[in-house]
């Protein structure tokens, strides 16, 4: 038999969240952002559970390839653009829309013999100091690309570096407007955060990614998922593979970091960091064992953890443990360990099975 570690993938929180975001941004089209493999839930679910979306976007070439082998007809977006002429061909043939960022791009389009014309989006730097053209640029950006027989539409796009924090976006978001105002193009500007400020923000393509899995985009301690009217799409378990007794003095696992106090009981876990759990994950960090709540101690393993039983008699070898899901929220573990919950989610490893609900 397989380990008990398993992925359950709820599609229909999927088709929640999407629905939510179009509650939101009522206005725009949507698309919904599933680079990293669906953010480690499987580009098949994401199919499935994403179904009204208007567009997918997302980074990896051969996935958006494995969107058309699943039947999807409608637009791709590539989020980091070409890397190649190979690439603009693939572009080309496979209909999917390209994020142009660097000259290069421009360049490498210029030379290139393409089968039909490619949709750009082109990516303009208001503040995030990573990929795109200054907004200077933009009428000479623009005129190149829109003289390029190869180019079919045109949209103007930017990327909010602060929109989880309040109001720290509205710098960014007047400059995309200084030099997108006027023009004849449509605009794409919301991440997650940002669309749950869309009356302010606006624009005619949104680009949710981690709230369409249910995990929050800010804080979970000042504004949880839960309160964001968002569901968990993965549900991560697995079951209690052996019971330690612990004497007073008696150490647990490698380095010996947890020392039991009492008399206690623990139990070890079938789930390690070559699963996807975080290794940096501290004694204390939730975890449901048979529903009940008890804590994580020790140090995480590559395939073992340990957690504290003392209190759950009823607790036995076979238990049923959640990691994180539907009951115990990603981003509360993801606090707990120092990071965000889009680490989790996308740190869930190709060993652990996914199961789509």
């Known amino acids: 038999m397989p380990r008990p570690i398993l992925a359950a993938i709820d599609t229909r929180a999927m088709a ?3 629905a939510r975001v179009r509650h939101l941004c009522s206005s725009a089209r949507i698309h ?14 994401a199919r499935q559970g994403f179904s009204e979306a208007d567009g997918f976007s997302l980074i990896e070439i051969e996935r958006a390839i494995e969107l058309r082998q699943l039947g999807w007809r409608g637009p791709i977006l590539l989020l980091e653009g070409c890397f190649s002429a190979l690439d603009w061909q693939a572009a080309s043939e496979h209909r999917f829309d390209v994020v142009v960022h660097t000259d290069e791009q421009i360049a490498t389009l210029a030379t290139t013999p393409l089968s039909r014309r490619v949709n750009v989006h082109v990516k303009f730097n ?19 690309l829109s003289s390029n027989a190869a180019v079919g539409e045109l949209t103007l796009m930017t990327h909010f570096a602060r929109a989880d924090e309040p109001d720290q976006h509205l710098e960014q978001l007047k400059r995309f407007r200084d030099l997108s105002d006027g023009l004849p193009y449509a605009t794409s500007v919301a991440n997650s955060a940002a669309c749950f400020d869309f009356e302010r923000v ?28 968002l569901i968990p799409v993965m549900t991560l ?14 150490a647990v696992g490698y380095g010996g970091t947890y020392v039991a106090g009492k008399p206690e009981r623990i139990a070890v876990i079938a789930a390690g960091y070559a699963d996807g759990y975080p290794r940096h994950a501290p004694t204390g960090t939730p975890i449901l064992v048979g529903g009940h709540r008890t804590r994580l101690v020790g140090r995480v393993s590559m395939d073992k953890i340990t957690v504290d039983v003392t209190d759950l ?45």
């Open 16 to 18: 929640h969240n999407l």
């Open 126 to 144: 208001t503040g995030m100091n990573r990929l795109g053209f200054s907004p200077g640029r933009s009428r000479d950006v623009l005129t190149r």
């Open 202 to 229: 606006g624009g005619d393509w949104v680009r949710p990614g981690i709230m369409l899995y249910g995990a929050t985009p800010f804080s979970h301690a000042t504004r949880p998922a839960a309160a964001l009217g």
């Open 237 to 250: 378990s697995t079951e209690i593979i052996g019971i330690q007794h612990l004497r007073p003095g008696d």
């Open 313 to 357: 008699p009823l607790a036995q070898v076979g238990t049923k443990v959640e990691l994180w899901g539907a009951n115990l929220p990603v981003d509360e573990v993801a606090e707990a360990a120092g990071t965000i919950g889009y680490e989790l989610l996308t740190a869930v490893a190709p060993r652990v099975p996914r199961l789509l609900r």
């Open 32 to 45: 919904a952002v599933v680079k990293a493999d669906a953010y480690g839930h499987g580009i098949a679910a």
